[in-house]
């Protein structure tokens, strides 16, 4: 039986939507999953860990518990050691990304990041290469081998259990070489792009930075949406980088992606290529982002998106995530 880690991310005390898919992409015949909590969430969160297959839930209680990468890292590979556990699956998310490598470079141990499929029997993950224009496949080697799997790659299926706790109280030491000053979180209305199911973009065709707020306005129609940008609309100062689609912002996986105004960039097209649905709106007959659209309008975005919002504010009880 192989044992799989599993590095759970919370916001707010709450489980991220994206850690089901992850749990997902690990339950298999065989597998003995450890769902490793860093931090201490909400009374519904062992709950919804154990509807989607999770065998162990492990809470960690360091003594220095406030966040700080390395002794983060070093409790992980702790847990790690202590349970015997060799493969370890986290999100290719902001915390993610600082996490992950530190603890592969502890372990001297492979990684790879932003993986839409894996196989842990075969230690095998894919992911895209050269701004998405291919799939790549890695095989890894080595007694332990770790995966970040990138957000909304994998749908979430339900597979019930009843998890067994697992306590670890954990003794780091403090870190002489790197000091957290400030944790500034994010604002509380906005949703991060990584793990958003819908998308609405921006680019070069929005003017201004004032007409952003039709974007956000169709995004709230939406619920539950993020607001992104290309690069252009970023570089002008329109909107914050945090909020960046492309092969230097986020690259996302969202069921629907709408791009209003982006001509479609091969660096922005390798940000979000790999969206289940993808809509443009776009004045020009002619740009490259219509040729990876599934359906597209060739129309004034100041006409269609506050109509296309006006029709879903009359229809805000459907669910447009399913």
């Known amino acids: 039986?192989?044992?799989?880690?599993?590095?759970?991310?919370?916001?707010?005390?709450?489980?991220?939507?994206?850690?089901?898919?992850?749990?997902?992409?690990?339950?298999?015949?065989?597998?003995?999953?450890?769902?490793?909590?860093?931090?201490?969430?909400?009374?519904?969160?062992?709950?919804?860990?154990?509807?989607?297959?999770?065998?162990?839930?492990?809470?960690?209680?360091?003594?220095?518990?406030?966040?700080?990468?390395?002794?983060?890292?070093?409790?992980?590979?702790?847990?790690?050691?202590?349970?015997?556990?060799?493969?370890?699956?986290?999100?290719?998310?902001?915390?993610?990304?600082?996490?992950?490598?530190?603890?592969?470079?502890?372990?001297?141990?492979?990684?790879?990041?932003?993986?839409?499929?894996?196989?842990?029997?075969?230690?095998?993950?894919?992911?895209?290469?050269?701004?998405?224009?291919?799939?790549?496949t890695f095989h890894l080697t080595g007694e332990t081998v770790l995966y970040g799997m990138r957000p909304n790659a994998i749908p979430a299926v339900v597979h019930p259990t009843t998890p067994h706790i697992i306590e670890q109280i954990i003794d780091v030491p403090e870190d002489s070489d790197l000091h957290v000053l400030e944790v500034v979180p994010g604002e509380s209305d906005t949703q991060n792009l990584s793990e958003a199911h819908v998308i609405v973009s921006g680019g070069r065709g929005m003017k201004d930075k004032e007409n952003f707020k039709i974007l956000f306005a169709c995004a709230r129609s939406i619920g539950e949406a993020a607001v992104g940008a290309s690069r252009v609309a970023v570089d002008a100062g329109w909107v914050p980088y945090a909020m960046q689609v492309g092969q230097t912002g986020t690259k996302v996986n969202p069921k629907v992606y709408i791009a209003c105004g982006i001509s479609g960039s091969i660096q922005h097209l390798a940000g979000m290529k790999t969206s289940g649905l993808i809509i443009a709106i776009n004045t020009d007959a002619n740009a490259a982002i219509l040729a990876h659209s599934d359906y597209y309008v060739i129309g004034d975005l100041f006409d269609i998106l506050p109509a296309l919002t006006h029709g879903l504010e009359k229809n805000r009880g459907q669910d447009y995530r399913k």
């Open 1 to 136: 039986m192989r044992k799989i880690g599993l590095l759970i991310e919370l916001k707010e005390g709450a489980l991220k939507a994206a850690n089901m898919g992850m749990i997902t992409a690990a339950v298999k015949k065989g597998h003995e999953l450890f769902a490793i909590m860093m931090e201490t969430g909400m009374p519904g969160v062992r709950k919804e860990l154990a509807r989607f297959g999770v065998n162990h839930i492990v809470t960690v209680q360091m003594n220095r518990p406030d966040w700080h990468p390395t002794r983060w890292a070093r409790a992980v590979v702790t847990v790690l050691k202590s349970l015997d556990i060799h493969t370890l699956m986290g999100l290719t998310s902001a915390q993610g990304k600082d996490l992950l490598p530190r603890i592969a470079a502890i372990l001297d141990a492979p990684l790879v990041m932003d993986c839409v499929h894996v196989d842990i029997g075969k230690q095998t993950a894919k992911t895209s290469q050269y701004s998405g224009k291919t799939m790549a």
